[in-house]
């Protein structure tokens, strides 16, 4: 298995250099795809890993649950361990799962909180709440609706309401509340990983921008309804639930006023872009064949060694 182990838990560091280049210079919709999907794959990685090496490190220990055959000397001898690493890995992994459902725990109760909250309303594709404090955000599910108060649409003039409905349907079509969960639940696993769930709310916001921007034809009126929105919002009830004000908002409407960002899927590669995109291909692939690596290793070693 060997010392290769370890490297998925320490890859991730990559996190925020590859962040900071694909939400520069990579189109929204594609840096989106592929920090959540990069995330999601770092984090099963090094959690794998990080079970491994309580596995091995603790296979000799009394009163732990694995078979006998699995602290065999054979086994001992070609597989490297270390007993004092492999105890700190048992409070980690608790902590990750932990972490991980109480993360999905809290967003299916607010998802609850919400759905009763519209109880009794018209089964209508927008749900006004009378509320004086200001929020708008994309609630998926079944029935998938945009929220939005009496307080937010009062004030913004009819050109920034359009924005703002179709910034949410564009939450709603691209399903952006999975991206989210994906990349908070991998910054869960992973510490190192929040930079990536950072960036990926960024760039959601910024997909669902440029995607309204164009069905309404005007990137001004976009940028300004934005900004309105932020200076009295009251943000969204859950990490992954997207909302109208959410992420830097200066930086979004910096975007909004300049040029359309390019929709090319995968950039050169001698460009800052495209060193993003092969920067972050190159550390997965490092995680996933790691991981495979060593759970393959051990197994064959188990086999080999042990009758299982």
Not at 29 to 53: E, F, H, P, Q
Not at 206 to 226: H, K, S
Not at 251 to 277: I, K, M, Q
Request: with cysteine; net charge positive.
């Amino acid at each position: 298995m060997g010392h290769g182990v370890f490297l998925p838990l320490v890859l991730p560091m990559t996190a925020w250099p590859i962040a900071r280049l694909a939400e520069q210079h990579l189109h929204p919709r594609t840096a989106t795809r592929l920090l959540a999907g990069v995330s999601a794959l770092m984090a099963l990685c090094s959690t794998l890993c990080l079970a491994l090496i309580m596995v091995v490190g603790t296979a000799q220990l009394p009163g732990n649950p694995l078979p006998d055959s699995w602290s065999d000397p054979e086994v001992r001898e070609a597989v490297p361990y270390d007993e004092v690493v492999g105890k700190a890995a048992i409070p980690a992994l608790v902590a990750v799962a932990a972490a991980c459902a109480v993360t999905v725990w809290r967003h299916h109760r607010v998802r609850r909180r919400a759905a009763r909250a519209l109880e009794g309303l018209p089964p209508a594709r927008i749900a006004v709440l009378p509320d004086t404090a200001r929020y708008a955000f994309a609630l998926p599910g079944p029935a998938s609706r945009i929220v939005v108060s009496t307080g937010m649409l009062s004030g913004l003039d009819p050109a920034e309401r359009r924005a703002l409905f179709a910034h949410e349907s564009a939450h709603l079509a691209a399903g952006h509340h999975r991206h989210l969960m994906a990349a908070l639940l991998a910054a869960r696993a992973n510490p190192f990983l929040r930079p990536l769930y950072t960036a990926v709310a960024y760039c959601a916001e910024r997909w669902a921008d440029e995607e309204a921007a164009e069905l309404i034809g005007n990137r001004r009126v976009m940028a300004r309804a934005v900004g309105k929105a932020a200076l009295a919002s009251t943000g969204t009830p859950h990490p992954t639930l997207a909302g109208f004000a959410a992420g830097p908002v200066p930086r979004r409407v910096a975007a909004l006023l300049g040029p359309v960002p390019s929709t090319r899927a995968w950039p050169p590669a001698f460009t800052a872009a495209g060193v993003a995109v092969w920067t972050a291909a190159a550390g997965t692939m490092a995680s996933a064949f790691s991981s495979v690596n060593s759970a393959v290793a051990l197994f064959l070693v188990l086999r080999t060694a042990t009758s299982l």
